[in-house]
């Protein structure tokens, strides 16, 4: 019995021996399925096959070797190494134990040390990585989100030079390939290359990936890892954070080329890119924008008004060059792009000027109306002038208000601000002492009653004057106009109360004038009353001079009429006479002298009407009606007569 247990634990004890054996080979199986050189993986995969093999062929029986291959199926997954890393995860190694342990000051493990990784796993099934001496986290991939970008800071490689704040950029695949990263010179800390947006498998061991919604936890604001957008109309102003010190002298970087708008920052330092104010701005678009390597100030482009041009004054650029010509003395001109005043000014639109280290000086080309006096235009350039106080030749002193009206054009702005700075120094500089001191000398060569009296002939002179003055400014004087004029007080009330006295002599003038008119009017008038009668008794006058002579002309006609129709008369009488005496001694021859003279006495009575017997008779004799018979007869009588009348009628 012992004989037999003996048996049975060395059969067992074989058996274990085998599966050992067997563990070894699947075990160096994995090994010889990791990652590595083709050698080193053909030595393990030798190995491998001669331990199982071996462990196969000096098995007991085909119970053993079942045993056997049943273990290996069964332990074949952790002896093997197996790790299955999926499609949304990056595996991230931890080396348990090595031969050999890292560098000092090293922190990724590049030849097998013990420590973290520096290759990671990428999806798929993964051989060789036991338990015993590997563990393996399953971590998830990068993604950064439309719209944004991620800072990466490295938590192994060189240290960063102490002129630099930010690590160069090496080629290592967006930072995905930790060796690469490493062997080609990575720097540890703040990187300047970024992640734009999409997936990226990246070993959190060495990189820790900043992102929007993680910016909190480092001391960043989630606006910082947004994509820099630049809204339309407005300019980019840029200070980048790292590079070589401005140059003493200037006050920003000058112009770097092939940098991409700042997003290429590597290439930006490469070629000697300073850090600071920058020169070149950002226009209008999305940008993306390392924030540890640049700012970005967000300001209105420079907008030139319709009738302005914009002079600009450059402080940063090329050399200075004089462009202005031997001819103008008075300041100095440079080309677009060099420090100095620009030769060519801006025109109207809108312009991506970098206000901070260029200063545009707007020229009005339009016609500029200046006021001394008590109001100013909307471009408030007169506010510090007033009316001129002068003094004239006979000692009074008094005020003028004057406009002046320039123009500058647009060619010849520049040469305006490089003489003398500003518009706003023209006037107070140029316009203001020419102005005013010419006024106060044409003042003192005449009096204030000369002054006010040929204003016109002062007002031709002064344009002649100022005009010649500003051409040498390169400023043309349009016009010159004299407004108000306030003379002394005292002076205007003795030549107010002369001037009344002249115009109250006029007015009595013109009163008498207009009295002696009245009377010739009225006398005038009268005698227009009056003509009509005057006519009336020239004509009365006329008509009776013609009565007279017509009445003496009728006297002696009538007179001559009288002498003849007398002495007609008379021979008429005569010969009537002579007749009736013929006839009377006719009728008495005939009829007698008796009956031919009652003959003659009754047709005288008939012929004068004279009746002999009364229409009425009226008698008292008895046997009469008498006084009753005469009446009725009167009525009779009287009825008869109206019959007659109504018949003639």
Not at 125 to 139: D, E, I, K, P, T
Not at 142 to 165: F, K, M, N, Q, Y
Not at 327 to 344: E, I, R
């Amino acid at each position: 019995m012992t004989a037999t247990f003996a048996s049975t634990f060395a059969s067992a004890g074989t058996l274990c021996a085998h599966l050992l054996l067997v563990a070894a080979g699947l075990v160096l199986a994995g090994l010889a399925m990791q990652q590595r050189q083709l050698a080193a993986r053909l030595a393990f995969g030798v190995a491998a096959a001669l331990a199982i093999g071996s462990s196969l062929i000096a098995a007991d029986g085909w119970f053993d070797r079942a045993v056997l291959m049943a273990g290996a199926v069964v332990f074949a997954p952790l002896l093997l190494g197996i790790v299955v890393i999926r499609e949304n995860q990056v595996g991230v190694v931890v080396k348990k134990f090595a031969g050999r342990s890292l560098p000092a000051g090293q922190f990724i493990a590049l030849d097998g040390e013990a420590g973290y990784q520096a290759d990671t796993l990428p999806p798929g099934v993964h051989y060789g990585y036991g338990f015993w001496q590997f563990r393996v986290a399953r971590m998830p991939v990068t993604v950064i989100a439309p719209g944004e970008i991620a800072c990466v800071v490295a938590a192994a490689g060189a240290s960063i030079p102490s002129e630099r704040l930010l690590a160069k950029i090496v080629t290592c695949d967006n930072f995905q390939d930790a060796r690469a990263f490493l062997t080609g010179g990575g720097e540890k800390g703040r990187q300047v290359g970024i992640l734009t947006a999409g997936t990226y498998r990246i070993n959190p061991a060495l990189f820790t990936v900043i992102m929007a919604e993680t910016a909190s936890d480092h001391g960043m604001v989630p606006a910082q890892l947004l994509v820099t957008r630049i809204a339309p109309d407005m300019v980019g102003i840029v200070t980048t954070l790292d590079g070589a010190p401005i140059a003493p002298g200037d006050i920003a970087g000058g112009l770097i080329h092939d940098h991409d708008n700042f997003q290429n920052a590597q290439s930006f330092l490469n070629d000697g890119g300073r850090r600071g104010l920058q020169e070149q701005v950002l226009l209008s678009g999305a940008w993306n924008l390392n924030p540890w390597f640049v700012s970005v100030e967000q300001v209105p482009m420079l907008n030139i008004p319709i009738g302005s041009v914009g002079v600009v004054i450059s402080f940063v650029g090329l050399a200075h060059e004089d462009v202005s010509g031997a001819a103008f003395k008075h300041g100095d001109l440079v080309n677009v792009g060099h420090k100095g005043v620009w030769v060519t000014p801006l025109y109207p639109g809108k312009h991506p000027v970098n206000t901070r280290v260029m200063r545009t000086e707007l020229v009005p080309t339009t016609n500029i109306v200046l006021n001394w006096a008590n109001r100013t235009e909307a471009h408030h350039y007169d506010d510090k002038l007033s009316s001129i106080t002068v003094r004239s030749r006979d000692g009074f002193a008094f005020n003028l208000d004057v406009a002046q009206i320039i123009h500058v054009g647009a060619l010849d702005a520049p040469k305006v601000i490089s003489r003398v700075g500003s518009m706003q120094n023209l006037v107070d500089h140029v316009l203001q002492p020419i102005v005013g001191n010419y006024f106060r000398n044409s003042a003192q060569h005449h009096t204030v009653l000369d002054f006010l009296s040929a204003r016109s002939d002062r007002q031709s002179e002064a344009a002649a004057h100022i005009r010649t003055a500003l051409a040498a400014y390169d400023v043309q004087a349009i016009d010159t106009l004299i407004g108000d004029i306030t003379p002394p007080a005292e002076l205007m009330k003795t030549q107010t109360d002369r001037k009344i006295a002249e115009e109250e002599k006029k007015t009595y003038e013109i009163q008498e004038a207009a009295q002696r008119q009245r009377q010739e009017l009225v006398k005038a008038t009268a005698l227009a009353n009056i003509q009509q009668q005057i006519v009336d008794a020239d004509q009365g006058v006329r008509i009776a001079e013609l009565h007279a002579q017509s009445a003496i002309k009728s006297a002696s006609g009538e007179a001559e009429s009288t002498r003849l129709r007398a002495l007609g008369e008379a021979d008429a009488i005569r010969a009537t006479g002579n007749a009736k005496a013929e006839a009377y001694r006719a009728g008495v021859e005939s009829l007698g002298a008796p009956n031919y003279t009652l003959m003659q006495l009754t047709q005288t009575l008939a012929e004068k009407n004279i009746r002999i017997v009364p229409d009425v008779s009226v008698t008292g004799a008895a046997g009469t009606n008498g006084l009753l018979d005469s009446m009725l007869g009167l009525l009779v009588r009287e009825k008869a007569d109206k019959k007659v009348a109504q018949t003639s009628a």
